[in-house]
């Protein structure tokens, strides 16, 4: 079974960064796509962030300039670096993976929650 693990979210002032970070562990053949969604209160489920194995680069409109994804191969994690963070970015954000196990699938982190105050 393989499961994702989210850690780094927190509450920030204004301005301030965070780093999240998400790794993946089990029985994992390859990884074709690592992302970032987040969710806020009352809101729909948000894209971030997306990284292809090919290393193609997808970023929501409202983090361009802000926020970096990145990954580690060999640790088969993701990382979303969050930058000049303002109180819209506040929500839960989740990680995914679309990988190999013995077929292809999509699989969620837990999620984290990063608040960020005025």
């Known amino acids: 079974q393989v499961q994702l693990v989210e850690s780094g979210g927190g509450l920030v002032q204004a301005g301030g960064s965070l780093r999240l970070s998400c790794a993946a562990s089990?029985?994992?053949?390859?990884?074709?796509?690592m992302g970032w969604y987040r969710q806020a209160p009352g809101k729909q489920r948000e894209l971030v962030a997306t990284?292809?194995?090919?290393?193609?680069?997808n970023y929501a409109d409202s983090v361009k300039g802000r926020f970096t994804i990145s990954r580690d191969n060999a640790k088969n994690t993701v990382y979303l670096q969050m930058n000049s963070l303002n109180p819209e970015d506040t929500a839960v954000y989740l990680c995914?993976?679309?990988?190999?196990?013995?077929?292809?699938?999509?699989?969620w982190g837990q999620g984290t929650q990063v608040t960020v105050s005025s």
């Open positions: 990284e292809t194995s090919g290393g193609n680069l």
């Open positions: 995914y993976m679309y990988l190999q196990n013995r077929g292809y699938y999509t699989y």
């Open positions: 089990g029985n994992i053949f390859s990884i074709n796509l």
